[in-house]
C-alpha cells in the first residue's frame, strides 16, 4: 500500500486487457550518478528482499482501495487479495557495489500486473539507500582511510525511518559510527556520542557537584579530584575559564572516568573550553585514567584544530618530565562537527586540520548536494518483445530488452568498463570471456566504439529472488566489506571530485543495433 | 531508543551529578527560514505528542544500552526503565501555524534528565515536518490559490517513512493531493494517479486488446469502441501517431471511461500523444464520457502546455458544430510533471504556461533548495536560573530563560511582530495589551528598537502536554486550514520569493537586558 496511487489504477488497466499476467522485465537504473560523480553504491538490496518477502494486499487495504475506485469491476479485487511474490525474479547487483548509469540495479521479471505494483516502494527503498551509501563513500575518499567518520544525522532525516536508514546506508559507504542508538540496536553499528551544549550549560558552578571526589583508577582511594583539577588551572594560569563549563568537564569525569571526550565550545573554545578539557585531563591522569579528546562545533574547526593541537602538545611537554603518563596528550582525539559536507571536508584538508574524527549529520543525511538519487523503473520486454521509451531529452531514452551485465577487468585487477547484452544474445553467442576482444558501442553515439580485450570477466547480475530469496542473507558489515573493497580496485579518475573520468557503460553491437532499430520504429514517422 | 547516543550519556552524567530531576527548560528553534525565505510552517505536533505519550524505555533496550555503558552504575538503568514524560510540559504552537527564527515552537519543561533525552526524537519530528510543510507553503505561494498540487515524492523520499511524512506535511502546507496511498488511507487526503510509461510501453497495438467494445455512459450499448476511435484519428489526419500507445489508450479509457487522464509523452507529445488522447477523447464524448485531460512529463513543459492547448481548443473549435458535448475539451486539465520546483513554477508561470496541475515529487519531498531545516533544542532555563549558550558565531547564542511569546497585530488583522518576554516579567507586568503601546529590542543590536500598538494581541504558546495531552487531538485537515488561514493573513512583502522583507521577532526591554547581562557574565574574562 505504500505505493503510487497510478501503480494500482495502471494494474487495473492491465487486468481490464487481460494483460496482468504477461510476463515483463522491468529494470531499475538511474541515468546519472549523484554529486557530479562517477559512480555509485548500490544499497537496499535486503530491504528489497525483505519487502518482496512480505509483499501481500490485506484485506483492510483492500477495503480502501475499493473506496478508491468505486467503478472498478469487484473481481478484480479478488485477484489483488491473492497476489504475492512468488511468480516473480529479481536479478540484482549485491548491496554495496559500485554501479553505473543505464545499467540494471536490478531486473525484475514477472506477470507485468505485479511487477508494476511493486515499482514505488522498490524505487524508494534503493534511491534514498544508494544516495545516502553514495554519499558516504564519497566523504570517505575526501577524508582518506585513516580518519574516523560518525554519522549523526537523526535530528536532520526525513523523519525517524529517515535517520535509521541513512545510519545503515552510511555505514556501509564506508562510515565507522553512528549517534544513533536504535540504529547500533538493529544493525550492530558502533554507537558513539558524549555530550552536548546543554549539558555544559547545565552547571553553574562548583557547588553544582554532589560531589568533589573520584576514585583512582586503580580503585584504592577517592581523592578530591576538583582541587587537583583546579591545581591544574592554576598551573596553566588559566583561572579566568568560565566555571559552569568546568563544573561539567568535571562531572562528565566523575561519571565517564575512561571516557573524557569534552565539547568545548559552548563559551569560547580557546579561552575556555580547551584550558577546562586540559586542567580535568592532567587530573584524570594523576589519578590513573587517561582523557579520550575534544570535539570542536562551531568556528574555524580547521584553525580551531591546528591552536587545540598546539596547547595539547604544549601541556604534554610541560608536564613531560614531571608526569610520565602525560605522554599521548598531544595526540588526543579531536573532533569536529557543525555542517560538515564534501566540499568543507576538501577545504579542511586544504587548510591543513589537526582533526581525527569528523561527526557529519545534516549534509550527509540529506545529501544537500543532491537530495535524490533518480532512479527509475521501465518497462524494457512485454511478453519476450523489447520495449523502449523515447522522449525528447536522450537521456530519458531506456535501452530496451532483458539485459545480461558484465564487467570487465583489466591485468591489474581495475574493472575497465560494463557491458550490456540481450539475454539472447548471451545464449546463443555466449559471454564476453577474459582474453577475447570485445567491441562496445556508446548507446546513443553511433560514432563511439572501443574494442577491449579483458583479463577477467564478472557476470554481476545475479539471481537474489526467485519466488524467494536465494541464498544466504548478507550482513551489513559484508555490504560495507564490498563497498570498500570495490573502491579499492576502481581507478582513482573515477573517484575524484574534481573533473571525474566517466566509466564506460556500453552495448554489445548487437543490443546496440536493435534498439536502434525499435527506436526507429516506435517513434512517429 | 531512536535518539542519539549523547543523549544517554549525558542523562548518566546527570544521573551521577544528582541533577537528573533538577527542573530545566529547553526550547526548540531555528534560527534561519528555509529556502532563503522569511517564513516558516510548523509541522510534526501531534506526531511529537504522540511519541510524548508513547515514551518508554524498554527492557531490551536496556539490556542493549547496558553493553553500551559497561561501566555505569546499575542504578542508573533501573531508573531510565520507569521514566516516561509525566512530569514533562510542553508549550508550543499549533500545528500549521506560521513560525518564525529564534522563537520557540516548542518550550519544553521538566526533569533535565528527561528532558535531554526527548531531544533528538523531537528534532527529528519537527524538523522535517516543518521543513516539507514550508515548501509546499511557497509552492502554493507560486502556483496561486487556484491550481492543483499533487504531492508523487514517494520514490524519491527518504524510504517508506519519509514519503509518508511527505505526504502528510506536504498536505498541510497547502497541497491538494497525494500520489501515495497510504498517505490517502492513513491520513484521508485525496488520492490521485493514473498511469506510467510502462503502460503505454507494454502496448505494442490494437491485438494487445482482448475486445474493441466499450459500453456507452447510460450503459444501453456496446459499441466497437476502436473503431470509433480509429475514425477520429482518420478525420484529424494523425494516422503516424505510436499504434501501441493508441492501444494503451484505449484500454486505459475501457478501463477507466469516466477518468481518462493520459500521459502523453511515451513517444512524441505533439505528434503522438496528444493526437492519440484526442482521438480517444472524441470517441468517448461519442459515447457520452468525458475525458479528464493529459500529463506532460519531459521537455519544455511551458511550450508544451500552449501547444497542447492549442490543439484542444482546435479539436473542441472543429467538433462544436457537430458534437455539441465536445464543450469543455479545450479546457481539459493539463497536468504537468517531471522534476518541478520552486523556481521553475516561477519560470513557468513567466513563460505563460496552460497547465492547471502540478505533480511535484522529488522537489517537494528533498527539498532540494534546502533539505534540512536546522531546528536546535538549547536548554535555556536550570532550576529556575536562565541559561545562555554562546559562541563565536553571533548567530548561535540563544536567548536564554522560560519565555512567553505573544503576537502582535496591526488592525487589517496582519501580525506586524511576535515579541519574547521571561515567564516572570509577564507574571509582574502583565502582557502586552491591545492599544498599549510596547518596546521591542532587536535580541542582538542594541541600537535596534522599535515601539509600536498592537491592535490585538495573541499568546501563542499554548500548553499542549501537561504530563499527558491537553485538549483533542487535530486533524490534518484543521491544521492545514489554520496554515492557508495564517498564510492569507501575513503581509505579502514576508511571503515573496525576491528580497522577502524578514517578519521581526523581538525581545521586550527587560528580556534584552537580562540575556546581555548573563552573555556578560558568563563570557571569559
Not at 582511510?145 to 535530528?155: D, I, N, Q, S, V
Not at 545529501?367 to 518497462?379: F, S
Not at 542473507?473 to 570498500?484: D, G, H, Q, T
Request: charged residues 20%.
Amino acid at each position: 500500500m505504500l505505493t503510487d496511487m497510478y501503480q494500482i489504477t495502471m494494474c487495473y488497466g492491465y487486468w481490464m486487457a487481460k494483460r496482468h499476467q504477461t510476463p515483463a522485465v522491468f529494470d531499475m537504473f538511474f541515468r546519472k550518478s549523484p554529486f557530479n560523480g562517477e559512480f555509485t553504491v548500490f544499497g537496499g538490496l535486503s530491504q528489497v528482499l525483505a519487502f518482496l518477502h512480505t509483499y501481500r494486499i490485506s484485506d483492510t487495504q483492500l477495503t480502501y482501495l475499493k473506496t478508491l475506485m468505486p467503478a472498478a469491476d469487484p473481481e478484480f479485487f479478488e485477484w489483488l487479495a491473492q497476489i504475492d511474490c512468488s511468480k516473480v525474479k529479481v536479478y540484482g547487483f549485491k548491496e554495496g557495489s559500485i554501479v553505473f548509469p543505464r545499467e540494471p540495479l536490478l531486473r525484475v521479471e514477472g506477470p507485468i500486473g505485479i511487477c508494476q505494483l511493486l515499482e514505488t516502494t522498490l524505487l524508494c527503498i534503493v534511491n534514498y539507500a544508494s544516495l545516502v551509501a553514495t554519499n558516504a563513500a564519497r566523504m570517505r575518499v575526501a577524508v582518506g582511510p585513516e580518519k574516523t567518520l560518525l554519522e549523526m544525522g537523526l535530528r536532520r532525516a526525513q523523519g525517524p525511518d529517515g535517520g535509521l536508514s541513512a545510519s545503515r546506508y552510511a555505514h556501509i559507504g564506508g562510515f565507522d559510527a553512528t549517534s544513533n542508538v536504535l540504529a547500533g540496536q538493529l544493525f550492530g553499528i558502533k554507537v558513539s556520542g558524549t555530550h552536548a551544549h546543554a549539558f555544559v550549560q547545565s552547571f553553574s558552578g562548583l557547588d553544582d557537584l554532589p560531589t568533589r571526589n573520584i576514585k583512582t583508577a586503580d580503585g584504592s582511594v577517592t581523592v578530591d579530584f576538583v582541587s587537583l583539577v583546579l591545581k591544574y588551572r592554576l598551573e596553566m594560569q588559566r583561572e579566568k575559564t568560565n566555571i559552569g563549563e568546568l563544573s561539567a568537564f568535571i562531572a562528565y569525569c566523575q561519571a565517564f572516568p575512561t571516557a573524557f571526550l569534552a565539547l568545548v565550545d559552548t563559551y569560547d573554545t580557546l579561552e575556555s573550553g580547551v584550558p577546562n578539557f586540559l586542567a580535568c585531563s592532567l587530573a584524570l591522569i594523576e589519578v590513573g585514567y587517561f582523557p579520550l579528546g575534544i570535539r570542536l562545533d562551531s568556528g574555524d574547526l580547521a584553525m580551531l584544530s591546528i591552536q587545540a593541537r598546539e596547547m595539547l602538545k604544549a601541556t604534554e611537554a610541560k608536564y613531560n618530565s614531571s608526569m610520565p603518563n602525560v605522554v599521548g596528550l598531544a595526540a588526543a582525539t579531536i573532533v569536529a562537527s557543525n555542517d560538515i559536507d564534501e566540499e568543507s571536508l576538501y577545504q579542511l584538508n586544504a587548510a591543513g586540520h589537526q582533526i581525527d574524527s569528523f561527526g557529519i549529520g545534516t549534509h550527509l543525511v540529506t545529501c544537500q548536494a543532491q537530495p535524490a538519487l533518480g532512479c527509475v523503473y521501465k518497462l524494457v520486454e512485454m511478453n519476450s518483445a523489447p520495449r523502449i521509451k523515447l522522449s525528447q531529452d536522450l537521456v530519458k531514452i531506456s535501452v530496451p530488452c532483458k539485459k545480461r551485465l558484465f564487467r570487465l577487468y583489466l591485468p591489474c585487477g581495475a574493472p575497465a568498463g560494463d557491458i550490456m547484452m540481450s539475454e539472447q544474445e548471451v545464449a546463443s553467442n555466449g559471454p564476453p570471456l577474459p582474453g577475447n576482444p570485445v567491441v562496445l558501442r556508446h548507446p546513443m553515439d553511433a560514432a563511439v566504439r572501443w574494442t577491449m580485450t579483458p583479463s577477467a570477466v564478472r557476470d554481476v547480475l545475479q539471481c537474489v529472488w526467485d519466488g524467494k530469496i536465494v541464498g544466504q542473507p548478507e550482513s551489513i558489515a559484508e555490504a560495507r566489506k564490498r563497498c570498500v573493497s570495490e573502491m579499492g580496485l576502481l581507478k582513482p579518475e573515477h573517484l575524484r571530485r574534481e573533473n571525474p573520468v566517466p566509466y564506460k557503460v556500453s552495448l554489445s553491437d548487437e543490443l546496440f543495433e536493435s534498439m536502434h532499430k525499435l527506436w526507429l520504429a516506435e517513434a512517429p514517422q
